[in-house]
């Protein structure tokens, strides 16, 4: 955040409320909070991570950074321009820059369309390239995912699920943009397609100098490609920081569970909470920590006060909403378990 | 232009062939072209002039000479009439269709797409519409504009737009908020361009089936409104009108109100049979009779069973040489083949292996819950607690599953009936085995709730499954699936869909109830973490077979299969972020075509020429231990030395 470097995107504030307009007689429908004041910065050249459970609002802020989806509040600047004014004269201009990744391959691309022409669409409405430089490019770009050639003239249902997603990759490449969000881009698939898709992306990002937003629920993967980490809890940024930091020391309640709860050889089970402990209401979120509830630190304050993102932080890279954090390595030894 | 153009090819190849299959609709096709040549070649037919009257010939009776069908109250000719009269009734019908599905369809495409006010807006519009009588709102149109064919025609058209409009605007709404029109947006496509290029192709069918299946209703209004006096004006033949002419002669001459209505009957008739059959080759799913439910339970082919009976005693579970098949037109998937499971009291067995293994139809089988059609067991024997499976009554199964046998399934959302209350369904549960009261039923599913520990019991016996959290809901199948005391639980992946913090909670739960209740449990997974926190044994599955089995930290420490190897390898562990994931390359075999020898050879690192040759068998490497691999690898081998 220090860095001489300039962000490529930097998140500001931004809150995304569904719902919450006025009603027919009178009175005011509460809104559903799904993302509330996120502020993160991406820098070029890195992956950011981005876990959390369902519904903790990481698809939302995703489609917010691609602009299908636009926030109610805050700002979101892509190379220091608000991307809400280049939405509003041009989608295509954002288009060019920023592209996405399904979570599910085979419902992303359309069944009744082949590959050919899902893959063109890119190449002639936002880079207007002719019949010619688009057969080149189409080319290039099937090999780049490692997809035969012959694969253009199929329709998406005679692929599996690892194909379809490396067209899904390639149809974001295609307009050859600079940063490209991926949403949960492994989880429908099988572990063994998985690891091909993510070593493919880390290839693809070192030919392509790409940045990544890289959006999971599943810790070790987001921990195998992140550079930096974001985990996020009911809508709001739990924790921000350097990916190897953040999984070694967690500095938020919230991320040690997480982490705990992730079973592995040789490690027993930890279900850390006695009863369980439900999210909050989305439409009336709590005054203080959303996870005070399921928090066995939480005291008074964190019931009454909500902690700013630098509450907890190591350092001016490694922030956390906790105001009792986790003791760092060394001190820990089976801490924040019950 | 090929973005957008060519969007119907990808239609099956064999859609005649299917449509032919069905011999109602062919039927209704034969009749439909035979009416439809009849109408087009009326003119050149040598028949009577249709309108020239001659009263002295009139009411003559059918099969008279010169007059095949008789003639009217004027003396015209019937047979003449009716081929003139079917020429303006499909015309009108036909158009109307036509008319009525162009404008319903857009303003559906639309309402359906853009949502919102535009959606409310055109909706209601369309609401209004729909709140006439539609007779009445012809009528009114009819009124308006003057009696006449074509003013029918055009009121028949509006009175059914809002039918293509609803219907329109439903599929498109579905499709509007799949993933593939946003990736058609980030595509650079305006909306102009995702509506027609990427929608349209997708309702088309549907727009063509609601036409298909409503052109007889329109050709029945067009003759309802002639029928009044309001469409086809004299002395011009519609079928409606000469209905009505017959109307006024009915008793003395019925045969001139008969024959029209025989014609429409048939008409209507033959097109509804056929708008069925084109329905059922663009719909599947909407296919009349498609949506019946297999049998209750796995077809056993004769010859399993009798294998060799299985002696040990201990096992709760014993499966031998189990072989279950589906039936896929002239293909035979193999989709488990050769499987043994042995499951001791208390035990917890994973299965591991990736989509397409043949874990969950492994699971399935044991309980006879694969569908059929198309599946079926082709082998093996199954015996719980000694008792043979495969040969026991349909009664008795009935009696076992969710009593002694219960199953968990992934997602727990759609295994609970989302219109009961948890408690009723747990309740049902009880006494679908047990002669106990309802009260003590529902003492029981507190008290079952309390083990899933559940907090507040009492209170959420009356809470409905969608008040519960995922995991909450997990909980409460699970105390479902132990309400009958069950000995052996069958969970199918019953954490994939729960947040990693939620399936610690469920492990941690399953856990504890094996220790305390000593109930075995059969865990299917695709994770090793998973494996490693609750199962004991484990057997992975590649291609319907099992390829490895041993004790769970055997297998996770020392795999002996090389798929093992590569498929512990392939996922990514916490805290060992710098490793490069070593991917499996290429894809799992179709288990209808899988290849001779080991059916992993073709992705093996090491496979060597003996191994694409024969049948492999599975190797006992220690006890308890095997790998159906000629080479095992070398650290599973010194494990054996030791």
């Known amino acids: 955040m220090h860095s001489t470097v300039e962000p490529l995107m930097r998140v500001e504030g931004v809150e995304r409320i569904f719902g919450g307009r006025r009603k027919l007689f009178g009175g005011h429908r509460a809104g559903v909070h799904a993302v509330q004041d996120v502020s993160l910065d991406i820098m070029p050249g890195e992956t950011l991570g981005i876990v959390g459970e369902s519904g903790c609002g990481k698809s939302t802020l995703a489609r917010m950074l691609v602009g299908l989806d636009q926030p109610t509040g805050g700002s979101i600047r892509f190379k220091g321009r608000d991307i809400a004014d280049t939405l509003r004269n041009d989608f295509n201009g954002l288009a060019r820059n920023i592209q996405y990744v399904f979570q599910d391959p085979v419902s992303s691309l359309n069944p009744r369309k082949t590959i050919r022409s899902i893959l063109e669409a890119p190449l002639k409405h936002l880079l207007g390239l002719g019949r010619k430089e688009r057969a080149e490019r189409l080319g290039t770009l099937m090999d780049a995912v490692n997809l035969r050639p012959e694969f253009l003239e199929r329709y998406p249902h005679e692929f599996s699920g690892g194909q379809a997603q490396r067209i899904g990759i390639a149809r974001a490449l295609a307009a050859d943009p600079e940063l490209i969000v991926l949403d949960e881009p492994v989880s429908a698939l099988d572990v063994s397609v998985q690891a091909q898709v993510i070593n493919l992306l880390a290839d693809l990002k070192a030919r392509f100098g790409l940045t990544y937003v890289f959006i999971s629920h599943d810790l070790s993967v987001v921990e195998s490609v992140s550079d930096r980490v974001a985990v996020m809890y009911f809508g709001r940024l739990a924790e921000l920081g350097p990916a190897r930091a953040l999984f070694a020391d967690p500095r938020h309640r919230y991320t040690r569970l997480l982490l705990d709860s992730v079973p592995a050889p040789g490690k027993p089970i930890v279900a850390c909470e006695g009863s369980e402990g439900d999210l909050p209401d989305p439409y009336d979120p709590p005054a203080g920590c959303a996870f005070a509830p399921r928090c066995p630190a939480a005291d008074d304050l964190c019931r009454s006060q909500r902690p700013a993102l630098d509450a907890g932080a190591v350092d001016g890279a490694h922030l956390a909403a906790c105001f009792h954090p986790p003791l760092l390595t060394g001190e820990t030894a089976g801490d924040g378990q019950l | ?642």
């Open chain 2, 1 to 642: 232009m090929s973005a957008v153009a060519n969007p119907r090819s990808s239609g099956r190849p064999d859609a005649v062939r299917l449509m032919l299959n069905n011999r109602l609709a062919t039927g209704g096709l034969v009749i439909l072209v035979v009416m439809v040549l009849l109408a087009l070649l009326a003119p050149l037919l040598p028949l009577a002039d249709p309108n020239a009257t001659a009263p002295a010939n009139r009411l003559i009776r059918p099969l008279s000479e010169g007059h095949l069908l008789g003639t009217d109250a004027l003396g015209r000719d019937i047979l003449s009439r009716i081929l003139w009269g079917l020429r303006v009734s499909l015309a009108v019908g036909i158009s109307a269709t036509l008319i009525a599905a162009f404008f319903g369809s857009l303003i559906g495409l639309v309402a359906g797409y853009a949502g919102g006010r535009t959606d409310n807006l055109l909706m209601r519009g369309v609401d209004m519409l729909m709140a006439f009588p539609y007779i009445l709102l012809a009528l009114a149109i009819v009124a308006v504009l003057g009696p006449g064919l074509i003013n029918a025609l055009y009121a028949i058209a509006v009175v059914n737009i809002p039918f293509f409009a609803r219907n329109i605007r439903g599929v498109t709404l579905g499709l509007a908020r799949r993933e593939f029109v946003d990736a058609a947006r980030l595509s650079g496509k305006s909306h102009l361009r995702i509506l027609t290029g990427e929608i349209l192709p997708n309702v088309a069918p549907v727009i063509v089936v609601t036409m298909s299946t409503t052109v007889g209703w329109m050709i029945l209004e067009t003759a309802g409104l002639s029928f009044l006096g309001l469409g086809a004006q004299p002395p011009q033949a519609d079928l409606g009108s000469m209905l009505g002419d017959g109307r006024r002669v009915l008793f003395n001459a019925p045969h001139v109100a008969i024959v029209p209505g025989l014609v429409i009957f048939l008409l209507v008739m033959s097109i509804n049979l056929f708008g069925d059959g084109v329905r059922d080759v663009l719909d599947p799913r909407l296919k009349s009779g498609a949506l019946a439910r297999p049998m209750g339970r796995t077809a056993i082919d004769p010859r399993a069973g009798d294998a060799m009976p299985a002696p040990a005693t201990e096992a709760v579970l014993d499966v031998v040489a189990l072989k279950t098949q589906f039936q896929l037109g002239r293909k035979t998937l193999r989709a488990v083949d050769d499987v043994d499971l042995r499951l001791r009291e208390g035990e917890c067995l994973g299965i591991v292996g990736e989509s397409g293994s043949g874990k969950s139809v492994t699971a399935m089988s044991i309980m006879g819950l694969v569908p059929t059609p198309p599946g079926r067991i082709a082998g093996g024997t199954i015996d719980f607690r000694g008792e043979d499976l495969l040969g026991a009554s349909d009664a008795r199964i009935r009696q076992l599953r969710g009593g002694a046998v219960s199953h968990v399934f992934q997602d727990p959302l759609s295994t609970l009936h989302p219109l009961f209350t948890v408690g009723d369904q747990i309740v049902e549960a009880i006494r679908a085995h047990q002669s106990i009261g309802h009260r003590e039923a529902r003492t029981k599913a507190r008290d079952l709730l309390a083990m899933v520990r559940i907090p507040n019991a009492a209170q959420r016996l009356d809470a409905y499954p969608h008040e519960l959290s995922g995991g909450m809901r997990q909980r409460v199948v699970i105390a479902m699936a132990l309400a009958n005391d069950a000995e052996l639980l069958i969970a199918d992946e019953p954490t994939t869909a729960l947040d990693v913090t939620v399936q610690a909670q469920v492990l941690s739960l399953m856990n504890g109830l094996r220790r305390e209740k000593k109930t075995s449990i059969l865990f299917i997974t695709h994770d090793f973490g998973v494996v490693s926190a609750i199962c004991d044994r484990v057997a992975v599955m590649y291609a319907g077979r099992i390829v490895e089995t041993g004790t769970a930290r055997q297998v996770l420490e020392k795999p002996a299969h090389p798929y093992t190897r590569k498929l512990i390898d392939c996922v990514p562990v916490l805290g060992q972020s710098d490793r490069r994931l070593d991917a499996i390359e290429g894809l799992p075999p179709s288990v209808d075509d899988l290849p001779e020898g080991c059916a992993f050879a073709p992705r093996c690192p090491f496979a060597q020429p003996e191994c694409r040759k024969g049948e492999i068998p599975l190797f006992a490497l220690a006890d308890e231990r095997a790998a159906r691999c000629l080479f095992p690898l070398s650290a599973a081998r010194e494990v054996v030395d030791a």
